[in-house]
């Protein structure tokens, strides 16, 4: 009990001691937990507002489709099925007109009172009447139509009676032309040829749809019509779980680059502990125990934050019946917890215990870790100019951290480019929704949600990026006190000083710009590949070279100020406090 | 003909009552050739002293000059470069990076000022061949004894060949055997015309030099010629051997 007081005792201390240091770690593995509790929101919940919308509609388990009503008359009475309706005459129009918009449509002839299969939920104004349509809810948000406006069919004049929702069709724009319903006395007023015919089918064992549909031609089945309704959902899951891939990775860094920074620093902390009678396991159980604290903290800004925003960030379609705000199940907030603890565990182990190795009387002396030394690139930067001379000697003294900046970087460009190729893909995508099956000028619910989740998830990753890019500066510049008092010392200017240190922080971002471009590609063309996507992807090759110089130019701004001041520092106090 | 002038040379940090002279108007002219010892007890603004003549600190008034040069208004890069051509540095502690050999170390000014990597590297090995240090050119500070290491900076002090050597408690950090290993290099530069200038509060290394000048609470207080006096380069016979 005493040393479990002890311990949370010394690892709040340096916790309150460190406040700025505790936030970045909180902020860093938040992003992470954020990210991961909208995925799992979004996931556990995509498939509900289709479920519940074939609930309240009486959906049927499979919609037929023909050109001639008696070959739907025979497919009723298949083995299997317990029930139908219609089947309903279409016509497919390309002049359906609302105000000064004009668009293709299928009308759909159906009776006053609606059948036993396919009860469209009416949300807005009444069902069909005599010179009054009803139109498909996500169809009419795109026209801006509501009940009471004037609407055009084929040159008819009709008033819009209601707006309603089916499961018995996947909402415009995932299958186009929209859907109105008229009453079969106002489709043959039309005076266009009827199209097909369309019956909405119930089967007895509704899982047996899929092979149905496959038995029968123009048959499809509710969990086709499901993926597709759902589809701007599942994308948007995946382009979660992607970033939080990423996100997590990044966090490592962060976590490892400040828990690095703080043992160097507080190695003498360590060193006074086991002088006082702590043992090794406990100097790593209060260095754990201070970092898993922040993790547990940053877990439940992450399952609140994610909680909060996963509706903002993941709508149903307007098509669908909204399920309100999705549930965050106990296994989702486990697994966000498990990963906090995994993040911080990976990058706080290793120092903790190396830390906790270290003799008393070493670390009492207080020297951080021998810097490595590597012959070769010595011997070369001896030909390099000065400001590169310095930045190669200072960065292959700490190869993990360069390590960890190349790392961190590299997966954020690799982001950056996939998020690059997919806005060109969505960008094409959208190009292609135009024409007389889409309404001018109405956006792409499915495009847009999933433009917006990759737009906020490369935001995260850019800001989560920068922070390590400074830490790692900061951390730099710190750790190399002595040697650039010294070489000023020696005759370098304040400016050689200050370019070498930033070398330091180049070098592994050039190699990360590189890196990257491949690296993106890799994970845009696996993103593709997941989502089923056909044909050639939207690369952009022209602007890839420009991910490197971006990198750099990045890095170079981001690392000015701790590298200028370190540039700075008086060099007579760094080499009196040495 | 002074090639290190001090005149009114001070340096204080804080202000108001917490106002601390550490450097207290000096006046001080160093001539070529010569070797002086500055002693005095510790806090008594030696080392900042030493400090501001090798432009590492800048001093609050006074005026600094070096080979007639006025260098208390120069720049931090001006600064700089005086240092690589006209100063040499040797530290108590030292002061060598731990990750570069002992010829790496001593080659590491001379890179900095610009020479080829060729040249240096012929520069330093000449230099640690005077130090008597040839030998363990491929060591790592870590692998050599205090003695050595302090001969390897005085190496590196020298790489510039710079117009004065300012050693700062050169043999604080060193036992009995490896303090006359240092002391003995000291006379062989002064034998060679090198201008020396020691920060001490040994009195044995105070006794190898020509001039022994004290210093209290910033102030130059007292001064000892020994030239002449069994000090200087006499006082080095008894090391020889």
């Known amino acids: ?578 | 003909m002074a090639i290190l002038r001090a005149c009114g040379l001070r340096k204080e940090y804080g202000r108001g009552t917490g106002l601390v002279r550490a450097v207290d108007h000096v006046d001080l002219d160093v001539e070529a050739g010569e070797t002086v010892a500055i002693v005095g007890p510790s806090g008594c603004g030696k080392s900042t002293l030493l400090h501001l003549l090798g432009g590492l600190e800048r001093p609050t008034g006074g005026e600094l000059r070096l080979a007639d040069r006025r260098i208390d208004r120069m720049s931090e890069t001006e600064l700089a470069r005086l240092r690589r051509q006209a100063i040499g540095f040797v530290f108590q502690a030292f002061q060598l990076v731990d990750e570069l050999t002992a010829l790496e170390n001593v080659e590491l000014p001379a890179l900095l000022a610009g020479a080829g990597p060729r040249v240096a590297r012929r520069r330093a090995v000449e230099l640690l061949e005077r130090v008597g240090l040839a030998d363990r050119a491929a060591h790592l500070p870590a692998a050599l004894s205090g003695g050595q290491r302090q001969r390897v900076a005085v190496a590196r002090a020298l790489v510039g060949r710079p117009y004065v050597v300012l050693a700062d408690e050169p043999t604080g950090n060193l036992d009995s055997a490896a303090t006359t290993e240092v002391l003995r290099l000291f006379a062989a530069l002064r034998a060679d015309g090198q201008t020396l200038l020691l920060v001490t509060h040994e009195s044995r290394v105070a006794a190898t030099a020509d001039r022994v000048i004290t210093m209290r609470d910033g102030a130059l207080v007292g001064q000892t010629n020994l030239a002449g006096a069994g000090g200087g380069l006499g006082a080095f016979a008894g090391l020889e051997g």
Not at chain 1, 116 to 124: G, H, L, M, N, Q
Not at chain 1, 255 to 270: E, H, N, S, T, Y
Not at chain 1, 287 to 308: I, K, M, Q, S, T
Not at chain 1, 392 to 420: D, F
């Open chain 1, 1 to 578: 009990m005493g040393v479990l007081t002890a311990v949370i005792r010394l690892a709040l201390r340096d916790l309150r001691r460190r406040r700025t240091e505790a936030l970045l770690l909180l902020i860093a593995i938040a992003a992470t937990t954020t990210t991961l509790t909208v995925g799992l929101t979004v996931g556990g919940a995509a498939d509900r507002p289709w479920d519940r919308t074939r609930a309240a509609t009486a959906a049927p388990d499979a919609v037929a489709t023909s050109a001639r009503s008696a070959d739907l008359t025979a497919l009723a009475n298949a083995p299997g099925v317990t029930g139908t309706a219609g089947p309903y005459p279409t016509v497919s129009v390309t002049d359906l007109r609302v105000r000064d918009v004009r668009v293709a449509a299928v009308v759909q002839g159906r009776d006053t009172a609606t059948g036993p299969v396919d009860r469209p939920v009416v949300t807005a104004g009444g069902w069909v009447r005599r010179g009054g349509v009803v139109v498909e809810r996500a169809f009419a948000h795109a026209l801006k139509a509501r009940p009471g406006d004037e609407i055009t069919i084929a040159g008819r004049r009709l008033r819009v009676a209601g707006v309603a929702i089916t499961a018995a069709r996947v909402p415009y724009p995932s299958s186009t032309p929209g859907l109105v319903w008229t009453t079969r006395a106002d489709l043959r007023l039309l005076g266009r040829p009827v199209t097909s015919h369309v019956m909405p089918i119930r089967l007895a064992d509704p899982s047996t749809a899929p092979a149905f549909a496959a038995a029968h031609r123009n048959v499809r089945s509710w969990q086709d019509m499901g993926a597709y309704a759902t589809a701007e959902l599942h994308l948007v899951n995946q382009a979660l779980l992607t970033g939080t891939w990423a996100l997590a990775l990044l966090a490592v860094a962060c976590v490892a680059v400040l828990v690095g920074g703080r043992l160097a620093d507080q190695i003498r902390r360590v060193g006074l502990l086991k002088a006082v009678g702590a043992t090794p396991r406990l100097v790593a159980v209060v260095l754990l125990a201070e970092h898993l604290l922040v993790a547990l903290a940053a877990a439940a800004v992450g399952l609140f934050a994610g909680w909060a925003a996963a509706p903002a960030l993941a709508r149903p379609s307007t098509g669908l019946l909204a399920t309100g705000r999705p549930d965050l199940t106990p296994g989702s907030a486990v697994i966000v917890v498990a990963v906090a603890l995994a993040v911080t565990g990976a990058a706080t182990l290793v120092p903790a215990v190396r830390g906790a190795r270290t003799s008393t009387v070493r670390a009492l002396a207080g020297p951080a870790r021998a810097p490595r030394r590597s012959p070769r690139l010595v011997a070369l930067s001896a030909r390099l100019p000065v400001p590169l001379l310095l930045g190669v000697r200072l960065a292959v003294r700490r190869p993990r951290r360069a390590v960890l900046a190349l790392v961190s970087l590299a997966i954020t460009g690799a982001m950056v480019v996939s998020a690059i190729a997919l806005n060109g893909d969505i960008t094409r995508k959208d190009a292609r929704t135009t024409g007389i099956m889409f309404v001018p000028g109405a956006p792409n619910p499915v495009t847009e949600q999933v433009d917006h989740v990759v737009f906020v998830i490369t935001f995260a990753l850019l800001a989560l990026a920068a922070v390590n890019a400074v830490l790692i500066a900061w951390a730099t510049s710190l750790d190399s006190r002595r040697p650039t008092a010294l070489a000023r010392a020696l005759g370098a200017t304040p400016g050689q000083v200050t370019a070498g240190l930033s070398a330091a922080q180049l070098f592994p971002a050039a190699l990360a710009g590189t890196l990257a471009i491949p690296l993106g590609l890799a994970v845009y063309a696996g993103a593709r590949a997941a989502g089923g996507a056909s044909g050639g992807g939207a690369i952009p090759y022209a602007w890839l070279p420009a991910v490197i110089p971006g990198t750099l130019v990045a890095v170079a701004l981001l690392t000015a100020l701790p590298v200028r001041m370190a540039g700075r520092r008086p060099v007579a106090e760094v080499l009196r406090a040495e």
